[in-house]
């Protein structure tokens, strides 16, 4: 009966591999839609995109959340900054989505590898950013700064998507002076929040396989598990790494997307 709603065996397999990898890129740096969301299309290629979309979010947004739960145990997070951050990205991933219904994502579409392809060079230039934490504001000016990067990308998360962990994740190091594992751990729990925010609009249009998503949930999680063992290890030198690869795939991912295929899944 399960695999009558959600494929073969073997399909259900590559799936969940897809989501342990996606979780543990996930946990590190972000990015793990650029392994879920291609294998989900290429296992079910007959599925209405939406509901390939939704129900990746409705696994994935799991891992997430279990990911910025773990840092929080281990990491000093800057709640006074982050929780208003979060509020602003919440309303910034609500705006975005309403306004891709009013305008194309064309134009974003083929300027995105450029962008990514500035944050690559200016992170390979600047060897020792996000080596060292050492945050640049106090009080209430963090929280504005945290909240004008919420609302900035999680707009961008409703609006189009594709790098949101990694835009979070710079721009936490570049204008906070976080390091790269402080950011990361930040950027979890802003992510989770705009990934749920997605999920409902997604689940209200009814475009959730949630069967499909409970193995996707159960894969992340132990994914996501392994990812911040690794980066809780190594520290912030070894999330740079991860994080200069990751923007690297985004980059070439988006190029195709947008020159060569014409559209971003």
């Given at each position: 009966?399960?695999?009558?709603?959600?494929?073969?065996?073997?399909?259900?397999?590559?799936?969940?591999?897809?989501?342990g990898l996606a979780?543990?890129?996930?946990?590190?740096?972000?990015?793990?839609?650029?392994?879920?969301?291609?294998?989900?299309?290429a296992v079910y290629?007959?599925?209405?995109?939406?509901?390939?979309?939704?129900?990746?979010?409705?696994?994935?947004?799991?891992?997430?959340?279990?990911?910025?739960?773990?840092?929080?145990?281990?990491?000093?997070?800057?709640?006074?900054?982050?929780?208003?951050?979060?509020?602003?990205?919440?309303?910034?991933?609500?705006?975005?989505?309403?306004?891709?219904?009013?305008?194309?994502?064309d134009g974003l579409?083929?300027?995105?590898?450029?962008?990514?392809?500035?944050?690559?060079?200016?992170?390979?230039?600047?060897?020792?950013?996000?080596?060292?934490?050492?945050?640049?504001?106090?009080?209430?000016?963090?929280?504005?700064?945290?909240?004008?990067?919420?609302?900035?990308?999680?707009?961008?998360?409703?609006?189009?998507?594709?790098?949101?962990?990694?835009?979070?994740?710079?721009?936490?190091?570049?204008?906070?002076?976080?390091?790269?594992?402080?950011?990361?751990?930040?950027?979890?729990?802003?992510?989770?929040?705009?990934?749920?925010?997605?999920?409902?609009?997604?689940?209200?249009?009814?475009?959730?396989?949630?069967?499909?998503?409970?193995?996707?949930?159960?894969?992340?999680?132990?994914?996501?598990?392994?990812?911040?063992?690794?980066?809780?290890?190594?520290?912030?030198?070894?999330?740079?790494?991860?994080?200069?690869?990751?923007?690297?795939?985004?980059?070439?991912?988006?190029?195709?997307?947008?020159?060569?295929?014409?559209?971003?899944?």
């Amino acid at each position: 009966m399960f695999e009558s709603l959600a494929g073969t065996l073997p399909e259900l397999l590559l799936v969940a591999a897809a989501a342990g990898l996606a979780g543990f890129v996930d946990a590190i740096v972000g990015g793990g839609g650029l392994v879920l969301v291609p294998a989900l299309f290429a296992v079910y290629p007959q599925a209405v995109p939406a509901t390939l979309l939704g129900t990746n979010k409705g696994g994935a947004v799991w891992g997430t959340a279990w990911a910025t739960w773990k840092y929080a145990q281990r990491v000093t997070l800057r709640w006074g900054a982050l929780w208003p951050a979060v509020g602003a990205a919440l309303v910034g991933s609500f705006v975005g989505a309403w306004a891709v219904t009013q305008v194309s994502a064309d134009g974003l579409k083929r300027a995105l590898p450029f962008i990514l392809g500035a944050v690559l060079v200016y992170t390979l230039m600047r060897k020792e950013l996000g080596r060292h934490h050492q945050p640049r504001f106090e009080g209430r000016r963090e929280a504005a700064w945290a909240s004008a990067i919420g609302a900035t990308i999680g707009f961008y998360d409703g609006f189009f998507g594709p790098g949101t962990g990694s835009f979070f994740v710079f721009l936490f190091v570049r204008l906070l002076g976080y390091d790269f594992l402080h950011a990361s751990a930040s950027a979890k729990l802003l992510n989770t929040v705009t990934n749920a925010a997605a999920l409902v609009l997604f689940a209200w249009k009814g475009h959730v396989w949630w069967h499909l998503a409970l193995v996707i949930a159960v894969a992340n999680i132990l994914g996501s598990l392994a990812g911040i063992r690794l980066a809780l290890k190594h520290g912030a030198g070894f999330v740079r790494g991860v994080f200069i690869a990751v923007v690297g795939a985004l980059i070439l991912k988006t190029a195709y997307d947008g020159f060569l295929r014409g559209g971003v899944t």
